[in-house]
């Protein structure tokens, strides 16, 4: 369900592309309120989400790894490792060390939660102003949960099933720690982009965690009730 603050909201929606009303769409059909403060807000949304699916796709078509922290690499042109992340490189934009991640994505290599931020990052970078963006995020560093403060998400209970969203699936008998769980973006009805495994149906997400489980496991991998997104108004403001 969405609520327009100022009564603007009109279910004409020429402007958007075919996902980007698919996304309006199940913004609409869900039994969640979604508020805006004007029409402008919703659609600003709209579009972060739409860019979120783009670079999730442009994530997994790219070259780059999945890798735990111990052997994970960034391209030091722009990062330097520390001890607990990638730290941008003095002298460096922000906004062209994140384009080197997808434009050079062979230098990388990565887990699952540390894609999510920077899925987050491009998809910020593609639909604000760069100056704002550098502003922003001029100290970047990039590991897992350590991200810059102003990189605002929120976490939910509960399945809303949003384009766009981020969900995650757990693996309580995993073997190898970095198999835990696999965060993932929900793309649209039945898809979902997890690095290191791809883009899967639910049931492909389970069955690829359920083969990374210790010798004579019993718990399947399931998916949490919980929603992961950004709070998409705090950027909204740097357009």
């Keep these: 369900m969405i609520s327009i603050s100022d009564g603007s909201f009109s279910k004409n929606a020429t402007k958007l592309t075919s996902n ?5 769409n199940a913004l609409e059909n869900s039994p969640t309120e979604y508020q805006y403060r004007n029409l402008d807000e919703l659609y600003y ?29 960034f391209n030091p042109t722009f990062w330097t490792k520390q001890n607990n992340g990638y730290l941008l490189n003095k002298g460096k934009r922000p906004s062209e060390a994140i384009e080197d991640i997808f434009t050079n994505s062979s230098a990388y290599s990565f887990e699952c939660v540390t894609s ?22 001029s100290q970047l ?8 403060s102003d990189l605002s998400m929120v976490t939910y209970e509960g399945l809303d ?8 699936f757990y693996n309580p008998d995993f073997e190898d720690p970095i198999w835990m769980g696999e965060n993932s973006v929900y793309l649209e009805e039945g898809q979902y982009f997890g690095h290191g495994i791809g883009i899967v149906t639910h049931n492909e997400m389970v069955e690829a965690l359920n083969s990374l489980r210790k010798e004579d496991a019993k718990k399947d991998a399931y998916l949490l009730e919980q929603v992961t997104r950004l709070v998409f108004s705090d950027f909204y403001l740097y357009t």
């Design 116 to 137: 999510i931020v920077l899925i987050y990052y491009k998809s910020i970078l593609d639909t604000i102003n760069t100056h704002y963006f550098n502003e922003l995020f």
């Design 45 to 73: 949304e709209i579009r972060l989400r739409e860019k979120i699916i783009t670079n999730s796709r442009l994530l997994n078509d790219s070259d780059a790894k999945f890798s735990s922290f111990e052997h994970s690499y």
């Design 20 to 24: 980007e009303k698919k996304i309006l």
């Design 141 to 148: 560093l990039v590991w897992g949960h350590h991200f810059d």
């Design 161 to 168: 099933y949003i384009p766009g969203d981020v969900y995650y």
